[in-house]
């Protein structure tokens, strides 16, 4: 579905991570995190690929010790994806990570102390092209310089550590903002990016999990990038990571930054539904079945497709009538099945996903242009 409206993406500096563009006016790009410990290097390997068959772009893995950078080598020579490492406060450890071939540090230099341990650092990413990521957030601010959190001080301590970055001449930077507070985390990184060009990589933190975690990130991510704020997202979840990209890639679709390859519509149901029919299972299978038979084509090809399962053919159809096909719940045991709000036919409900997934079929090899 085209979004009507029209947005316009802050400007922003571009950065470069392996393959990956951030900023600049490239796609927004999703990424997320390993939750693994990092000697588990086989599960990690295997974690990383399935938040990359899941849609992540970026993947950052938490690097705690000196220890931890044989493991970080070996899972970078066996992955062929962005990765970034995440390291606190322990220069060496940062310099190291790069030397493995990590294509993108997080570290703020505020807290590496020492002028010339950052000017190390800073020489290790630039040999390297390697960009840095400072990462402030509400429960780690420096609290002697800065008592109270507040979206002022949030970038203020954001600008400090970029104005290091900048005195040792290094401006490959990417700066996250990030409370858990939705209000106060838009309002910072409204302001940053009302006063800098670096590119915003943005998200809530301690967003919990499931459902209230989705619900809290989507706001605040989406009404940032509604307003053409972020380059790169990161939905932090409790839980299994590639809920996280499953989430972000959600978020990038309702907000236009991305068209979903296959969009299911499906209606509350009301007293209308026959109660013989389980519409939240059907959808379910529908979008699965979609997806497996016509994912890769339809992502091959640039096209894409609104399918709809809607509790009852009295409304169904005029309420979907934007969908290039649809089933609609009848009585005793049956469906209809339409397309752009047209009725095709009656269907079994038993086998109405297949039916409606060889009419799809039969459109597409037809040469049916949707
Ligand atoms: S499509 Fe029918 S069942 Fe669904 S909400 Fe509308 S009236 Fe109710």
Do not use: W
């Amino acid at each position: 579905m085209e979004s009507t409206v029209e947005r316009k993406r802050r400007k922003t500096r571009q950065v470069r991570v392996r393959g990956l563009t951030i900023g600049g006016g490239a796609p927004v790009s999703i990424q997320t995190m390993t939750n693994l410990p990092i000697e588990d290097v086989e599960g990690t390997i295997a974690q990383i690929a399935m938040l990359k068959d899941a849609g992540a772009e970026l993947v950052r893995i938490a690097v705690r010790n000196e220890d931890g950078i044989p493991y970080l080598a070996k899972i970078r020579r066996a992955v062929d994806m962005p990765l970034s490492a995440d390291v606190h406060f322990n220069y060496r450890i940062a310099i190291m990570a790069i030397e493995a071939g990590i294509d993108k540090v997080r570290i703020n230099p505020g807290n590496i102390g020492d002028a010339l341990k950052v000017r190390e650092v800073v020489r290790a990413a630039k040999d390297h092209g390697v960009p840095i990521r400072i990462g402030v957030n509400g429960g780690s601010l420096d609290k002697k310089k800065y008592p109270d959190v507040t979206p002022e001080n949030l970038v203020a301590s954001a600008m400090d550590h970029v104005r290091i970055l900048e005195d040792n001449d290094f401006t490959d930077i990417v700066v996250s903002i990030k409370s858990s507070d939705i209000p106060q985390t838009i309002a910072a990184n409204r302001l940053f990016s009302s006063m800098s060009e670096y590119p915003l990589h943005i998200g809530l933190t301690e967003a919990g999990y499931g459902i209230a975690c989705t619900v809290q990130s989507s706001i605040a991510i989406g009404q940032l990038l509604m307003e053409g704020i972020g380059d790169t997202v990161r939905v932090s979840m409790t839980g299994n990571p590639v809920d996280e990209v499953v989430v972000a890639k959600r978020i990038l679709e309702s907000t236009g930054e991305r068209t979903p390859v296959i969009r299911i519509i499906s209606c509350p149901t009301c007293g209308r539904t026959d109660p013989a029919l389980d519409i939240l299972d059907i959808a379910r299978r529908v979008e699965d079945e979609m997806q497996r038979r016509f994912g890769d084509m339809l992502r091959d090809s640039g096209r894409s497709l609104t399918v709809a399962v809607m509790g009852c053919e009295v409304n169904g159809p005029g309420e979907a009538s934007h969908a290039d096909f649809g089933i609609a719940g009848g009585r005793g045991g049956a469906m209809l099945l339409f397309s752009r709000g047209e009725k095709l036919r009656k269907i079994q409900a038993a086998d109405a996903v297949e039916s409606l997934a060889d009419e799809i079929g039969r459109f597409l090899k037809n040469g049916g242009s949707v």
